[in-house]
């Protein structure tokens, strides 16, 4: 089994900062794609970073330039650090990743979600 456990959420006022994290741990092989992904009441969830194993990264256009994605490989952690905060960046951020387990097959995991505030 793996388990995603999140951490960094808060509430901060607008053009401040927050860092989330990832860290997933149980049974993992490889970690193929780490990626987060954000959720307000009545949208669908949306895609706001990814990275692959190869560190290759991509963003959501709304994010570009002030939301950077990394990961630690050796800790199966994967970070977001948002600056230049929006009100609009307001809602649940959840963390996936694409987990290769021992047996060979991949799955999806998701973390618990944690709240990002943006107060105006």
């Known amino acids: 089994q793996v388990q995603l456990v999140e951490s960094g959420g808060g509430l901060v006022q607008a053009g401040g900062s927050l860092r989330l994290s990832c860290a997933a741990s149980?049974?993992?092989?490889?970690?193929?794609?780490m990626a987060w992904y954000r959720q307000t009441p009545g949208k669908q969830r949306e895609l706001v970073a990814g990275?692959?194993?190869?560190?290759?990264?991509n963003y959501a256009d709304s994010v570009k330039g002030r939301f950077t994605i990394s990961r630690d490989k050796v800790k199966s952690t994967v970070y977001l650090q948002l600056n230049s905060l929006k009100p609009e960046d307001t809602a649940v951020y959840y963390c996936?990743?694409?987990?290769?387990?021992?047996?060979?097959?991949?799955?999806?995991?998701w973390g618990q979600g944690t709240q990002v505030t943006v107060s105006s």
């Open positions: 990275i692959t194993s190869g560190s290759n990264t």
């Open positions: 149980g049974s993992i092989f490889s970690i193929n794609v």
């Open positions: 996936n990743m694409r987990i290769t387990g021992w047996g060979g097959s991949q799955y999806e995991y």
